[in-house]
C-alpha cells in the first residue's frame, strides 16, 4: 500500500516533471483524464485479450490446438509491430496523401464548376458577373459558417498554433476529430471558390491532426502511444509531411517544418519528417499519374529552363534586387495583414456589427475581391480568370513575354494569353497583378476559413520576379554574355527567384529556396535564388516579426522571441537584470492561510516551494490548481463533516471518562486532540511527509530552530516525540494560533460548546453549523499546517544562476520549452524570470500587450544606443546595493538573536 | 573591495554555469589563462585608444581639428561593426571560397603532373611503373611525415572531433594555426597523389579551424568575439561552410553538417550556416567563372538528363534495390574499415614495427593501392588511370554505355573509353572497379594523413547505380514505358542514385540527397533518390554505427549513443534503473581530510557538494581540480610558512606578557588563538561564507543540531558567536580532533615547544621543520574546516529525478551536452548518472571499452527481448525496498536523540 502510494506520486512527478511547462488548466486536467481512461483502458482490454485467447484454446482443443495458438501469436506480434515508428509514418504518410489529392481534386472540380458556369453565361455579362461573384462567395460563407460551427480553432492557417504547441503548451481542443473535419472542408470550400488562398498552412494543421487522431487510434494496438513527449515528436514529423505533400515537396517540407515551428531542432525528428514526407509525397504523385494526370512522377510545376548556362554571373545584381525589394515586400505584407485585423478590432462600430453577423465580413470580403477580379471587367487587365495555379504555371514558363518590349510578339500558347491585352503592355499586366492581388491576398487571409497565405504570397512574388525578368528580357535582348553563343534571358528564373525570394521573406524562411527548387524540379537557379532568399530574409527580419509570429502575437499565444542577428548587448545582459526579484513562494511549514494569501495576491502559474523563509532553499515547485485543490480540500464539506465526527466522539469519550472540570480548558484539550487524530490518520494514509506537521503559526513570522528541525528530519513513526518537541517550545500552539489572530479568541473557545450539544444526539454527523460556525471553522483549519503529501511537486524546477546571460537564458528557455525559471544562489532562491520578463529584456522596453503594430521601417527610426545597456548598468548598481544587504547565505543579527532563545 | 570579490566569484561561476561540461583539464586552465589575457589586453587596449585619440586631438588642435574627430569616429564605428556576426560569416565564407579553390587547384596539378610523368615515358614500361607509383608514395609519405611533425591532430577526417568538440568538449590543439596549416597542407599532397581519398571532411575541420581562428583575430577588435556560447555557434555555421564550399552545394552542405554533427539544431545557427554557405559556394564557384574554367555559374557535376520523363513508375523497384544494397555495403564498409584498424593494432608485431616507422604503413599502402590502378597493368581492367573527379563525371553520364547489352557500341567520347576494354565487357570493369575501389578506399582513409572517406564512397556509390542501370538498360533497350513514346532507361540517373544511396549509408545522413542535387544541377530524379536514400541509412543504421561514429569510438571521444527507431524500452527504463546510487560527494561543513580522501578514493570530474551527510541538499558541484588546488593551498608550502609565522609572533607576545606556567596547557592555547587567527583573516578577505568555519570534526559522522544552525546562518560579523557557540557544544575542538586520529596526540602536543625557539631568534621565518614535523603539521591541517571561498562551485548542476524516462535524459543530455546530472528527490541527492551508465543503459549490457567490432549483421542475431527491461524490474524491486528504508526527508531515530542533547 506504502509502495503504491509512493509509486503513484513518483508517477504524477514524471507528468510535471524536468522542467515547468506552461499548461492551460483545463487542458491539463483533460489530459491526466484522458490518461487514466487509457489507462483503464488498456487494462480491460488486456484482460479480453487473455480471455480471447484463452476461449479459442477452450474452442479447438480437439483439433489442431497448435495452430490455433500460433496464428494468435502471429496476430500478437503484429499488433506488436504496430507500436513502431516506421508504420505509424507510413500511414501517416498514406493517409496526408490521399488527404492532400482528395482536397486538390475536390478544388479543382470546384473550379472547374465556376468555370463553366461562367464560360456557359457569356450571352449576358451581367449574369455572367453574378455567377463569377456568386459562387466565391456562397462557397466562402459556407466556409466560414460550418469551421464557426463545428471547431473554430480550425479558421486560419494552423502553423502558429503547431508553433506554440510544439513548445509544450497544450492548446485546448486543438487536436480533435471534429476540428479535422472543419479544417478539410472548410479549406476545401474555401479554396475551390478561387480567392487567393493558400493550402499550405492548414496542411499542416491537418497532418498535425492527422497524427494525433492516428496516435489515439493506434494506441488501441500498443502502449507506446501514450507517450507524451513520442507525441510531440510525431507531431514535429506531422508537419513535415504537411508541407511535403501539399506541395510534393520532402526536402523543403521537412526544412520549412523546420524553420517554421522550432527554435531547437532534434535531428531525430529530421529522420521521420524525412521518411514520413518522401512517402507522402510519392503517393501523392503516383495518385496523379494512377489518374492519368501524369505520365510520370515529376514536379509539380515543372520548368524546363537551359540547363547549359541558366544564368549570367552579371545578372546576379538584378537578382539581388528581387531579393531586396521582395524583402520590403515581405514585411510589407505582414504589416498590411495585420493592420487589417488591427483596423476591424479597433473600429468598435464595424467590430460589433461584425460580431453579430459573423458571416458578413468573409462575404464582403469576397464580394470586394471577386469583383475586381471579374475577367471582362477589372480582371482582363490583371489576369483575372487565371486560378492561382494556373497563373503560377504561366509565370514560370520559360519564354519570353515581352521580347524586344514589343507585347505583340507575345507566343500566345495556353493560358499565357490571359496576360496578354490588346491595349496594354504586359508589364502594365504584371504590375497591375502583383499590386492589387498584394492587398487582396492581405485582406483575404484575415478572413475566418481555414487558409494559408503560402500560396498567393508565392504567386505574387513570381509575378514580381517575372516582371524584373521581362524588364531584363526587353533591355538586353540578346543577352548579357559578351563572348561566344548569345544566350537570351531566361524571365520564368526571375519568376522562380522572385516566388522563392518573397514567401521567404513573409515566413521568414530560407527552405523556401529548396521548395521552390522540388517545385520546379530544376536547380541550375540554385545560387540566385539562395542569394536572393538569403537577402530578402535579412531585410524582412530586421523590419517585421514573420506572418506566423505575427499571428502569434496577434492572437496572444505564449512565444518567446528569436535573438536577432548580432545584438550584442544580449550577450552583456545577465539573469539578474532581468528577473523578478519578489517571488511568491511558499514554505514547506507554512500554515494553509499563507497559502490561501498567497493564491489571493499572485496570479502564478506555479509557486516556488522553499525549506524556509529564512534558509529559502529551493525544493521544488507546485502548480497554483494543486494548491487551489488543497485549499478546497482543506474548507470542503467533507473535512467539515469528518470533524464534526471526530469531535462527537471525542465529546463521548470524554462524557463517560472525564468529569465536568473547567470547561474552557477541556475544550482546549479536546481540540487539541481532534487534530492529532487527524494527522495521524493522514499519516497512515501517505507515510512519506507526515513529520512536517508543525505548531500552528504562520513559519513565514517567526522561523525557529526547531521548526527547522522538524523540517529536516520528519517521521512518520516519531509522531508522539514530535508532538512532545512542539509543546516543549511552544507551549499552547492553540492559543499561540489564536494570538496571532488577535480578536478570535472569544469565538473560538465558545463555539465547540454548542456544537457539541448537537453531535451528542446524532452519531452520523449531521452538517447543522451555522455560516457563522463554519466561519469560524474555516479560520480554524487556515491555521493548520499545509500537508503536502497528495501534491504534486516538480522536484526539480529549472534553475539558473544570477550571472547567467541573457543569450544563454533565451537558449535553455527555447531547448526546453520552459515558461519560468527559477534563480539560485547555492541552492538559495532569489528571483525568478517568467517568458515574460524574457520577451520584455529581448524587445526592449516595449511592453507587447498583444499586437505591436510597428511601420515596416520603423526599426530604422530606432536610436543606435539601446536603452537596455544603461537599464541594465543601472539595475546593476541597484543589485549591488542590495547585494550588500542580503548576501546568499548570509547571517543576520536577528536570527542569531533567534538562536539565543 | 566585498563587491569586487563576490562580482569576481560571480564570474567564475559564469563560466562553469548552467551545466556541467566535460572539459579536459589542461585545455579549462589554458582557456582561463586565455581569457584573462585577453582581458588584459583589452583594458590595455582601450586605453591606448584612448591616448592615441586624445594625441591626434592635440596635434591637430590648429587644423581643423573636428575633420580628425570624425575619422576617428568613423574608425570606431567600423571597428564596432566589425563585431557583427554577417561579417564574420563573409569572411569566414570568403576565406573557406579561397582555401577550397586552391586546393583544388593544386590538387588539379598535382594530378596533372602524376599524368604528364606517366605520359611521357610511355617508351618503357617498367620507368612507367616507377614513375606512377613513387609519385604517390612520396606525396603521402610526406603529407604524413609533415602532419606527424607539425600537428598530429590534423590527421583523419576531422568531423568526428568537430562532433565531439560541438557536444562542448574541449579538445586540446584542436583548433590552432599550426593544425589549420598541417592540416590544408597535407590534404593536398594526400589528395594530389591520386589516392581513394576525399576532401569534405577535412573541409569541415578546416572551416572550424577557420573560424577559431578568424574569431581570434576579430577578437583584437570587438569584445563579442570573447563570448564561448557564440564561438560554438559560430563553429556550427563553419562546419555548413566546410561542407558548402568543398562541394559547392550550401543547402546539402548545411543539412549534411547539421546531421553529421549536432543531435539538436539551433535554426538560429541553421541560419547563420546558409548565410555564409552560400557566400561561400558562390566565391567558389565564381573564382572557377574568373580563371575561364567554366562559361557561367553551374554545378560542379553537372548532368544533362531528360527532364520531361526522367523515369519510369515501374523502374522505382530498381532504385530501390540500389538502395538497400547501399545499405549493407555501407554498413560494410564501416566494418572494413574498423576491421582493418583493430587488426593494425591487435598485431602487435606490426604495430611495433609500423610505431617505430611511422611513415613505412601509408607508403606501403599507397604502393599497394597504385601497383594495382597501374593502368598498363590491372588498372585497364578498372578505369585506373581516371581520377576520382573524372571516374565521378563519366559514370554520371547520360548516355547509355551498353545498349543492347553489347559494349561494342559504347560512345566513346573523352574520359569515358576508358571504362571500354577491348577484351571485356563494361559490367566486368564495373565490378572490378567496384570491388577493388572498395577496400582500396577503406584501406587508404587508415592512413595517417588528413583525409576523408565522403568522395571515394560517393564514386563507388556512383559505379554501383551505373552497374544497376547498365544492366536495365541491357534489359529493357526500348525503356518499360508501353504506351506512346519510347523513354530509353537512363543508366546515369541511376548513378546518381546510388552514390546518394552508398554516402548516404555510410555516413548515416539523408542529406546526401540534397549533396547530390546540388552536385549535378538535377533534381528531377528526387524521389528515386529520397527512397534509395532512405532504404538504405534504414539497413545501414540498423546494422552499424556511421563512419564517424564509428571513429569516435575507436578513438574513444566521450559520445553518447543515438537512440534507435522504435525502441519501446526507452521509453520504460527509467533513471532509477541506471543511476549510480554510491554518489562521491563532500559536504558543506567537512574537513579537508574528506577531501583528500574523497579525490584519493575516486576518479570523477566533479563532485557533488551537498549541505550535510545527513540532509544530502545539493548545493551544486566543485570540479576535481578545484578540490585539488584547495588541498595544495591548505598543504602548500606558503601556508607552512605563514603557519610558522603566526607561531613565531604568538610566541614571542606570550614570552613578553605570560609568565611561564603549565607548559601543556598554554601550546594548546596558542594553537587555539593561531587557528582562530587564520579564520579570522579569511573572513576579513572574503566576507560570504566564513560562517562555515565549524567546529573541527569529520561532520560525516556526527551531524548535531549546531552544526545546521551555522550552516544556514552564517555570518561575517558573528564570528565570535560562532566560536562561542563551538565552544559551548565541543568543549576542546582541538583534543576532539586529536582523539578522533588517536595516536597523534602525544607528538602534537610536543612539536610546538622545538619549533617555538627556532623562530623567535628569526622574524622572517624559515623552513626549517623537519619530514616528519611537516607531517604532522599536515595531519593537522587536513583536520581543519574546508573554506570553500575561493572555490569554483557550479551553483546550479543539472538534476533530474528519479522517475525520469531514458528516453527524456537522452533527450537532456544530448540538448545541453551534459556529462552527468545528479537525481534529486525534493532536493535530496539520491544518486547520479553520467554519459557512462547511459551510454551502457542504451547499448545494452554490453560494455563499450574502445571499439565493439560488430560483424555487419550481428543485430539480426541478437534475440528479441532484451535484458534490459527484465533488468529494469530487478531494479524497481531493490529499489522500492530501499527506498522504504531511506524515504526523502525522512528521519532517523538516531537524529532524534541528537536533539534531544
Redesign the interface.
Known sequence: M??DG??QR??Q??QT??YGRYTQELGVYAKEEAARLREEGGLRRSISERSRSAELLEYDKGRCAKCRICTVRCQKFLISRV????IFLILLGLVMALVSWVVDFAIAICLQAQKWMYGGLDSNVFLQYLAWVTYPVVLITFSAGFTQILAPQAVGSGIPEMKTILRGVVLKEYLTFKTFVAKVIGLTCALGSGMPLGKEGPFVHIASLCAALLSKFMSLF???YE?E??NIEMLAAACAVGVGCCFAA??GGV?FS??VT???????N??RG??AA?FS??IF??LA?WNRDE?????LF?T?FR???????QELPAFAVIGIASGFGGALFVYLNRLIVQFIRKQKAINKFLMKKRLLYPALVTLLVSTLTFPPGFGQFMAGRLTQKESLVTLLDNRTWAKQGIAEEFDYIGHSQAWKHPQVNVFVTLVLFIVMKFWMSALATTIPVPCGAFMPVFVIGAAFGRLVGESMAAWFPDGI?TD?NIYPIVPGGYAVVGAAALSGAVTHT?ST??IV??LT????H??PV??AV?LA??VAQSLQPSLYDSIIRIKKLPYLP??G??H?EK?NIRVEDIMVRDVRYITLNCCYRDLHDVLLTGHLKTLALV?SA??M????SIERSQLQALLSQQLGRPRRLEYLRERAQANKKRFSTVSQTGSEDTVQKANQEVRFQISTEESSFS???T??QKPLKPALKRPS?VD??S????????DS?GIA?KNLFCANPETEAAESNDGSVAPENRKPKRVRISIVDDPDVEDDMTVREIAEWEEQQLEEQVNFNNCK?D??PF???????L??TH??FS??GLDHAYV????RLIGVVSLKELRKAIEGSVTVKGVKVRPPLASFRDSGTSSSETEATELHKLW?RH??LS???????S??DD?SL
Chains 1, 2 share one sequence.
Open positions: 506504502a509502495g509512493t509509486d513518483a508517477l512527478y514524471e516533471l524536468m507500436g513502431e515508428d516506421w500498443g502502449g507506446i507517450n513527449s513520442r520532402p526536402i526544412l523546420i524553420e522550432s527554435t531547437f531542432f532534434a535531428v531525430r529530421y529522420w524525412f521518411f518522401t509525397a510519392f504523385r503516383v499519374v505520365e510520370t512522377i515529376t514536379a515543372k524546363r540547363l547549359d548556362f541558366p544564368f549570367d554571373l554574355h561566344g530560407v529556396a529548396v527548387f522540388e524540379g530544376q536547380i541550375s540554385i545560387l539562395m542569394i538569403i530574409n535579412a528569436e535573438l542577428w548580432g550584442h550577450y525549506e529564512d534558509s532553499i529551493l525544493l521544488g507515510p512519506t511527509r513529520g512536517s530552530v527547522r528541525i523540517v529536516e528530519s520528519p517521521t512518520s513513526q516519531h516525540s518537541l511537486i522536484p526539480a534553475q539558473l544562476v544570477e550571472r547567467t546571460s543569450h544563454k537558449t535553455i531547448l526546453l539560485t544562489s547555492i541552492g549591488d547585494r550588500s548576501l546568499p547565505g548570509e547571517h543576520r543579527p536570527d542569531s538562536k
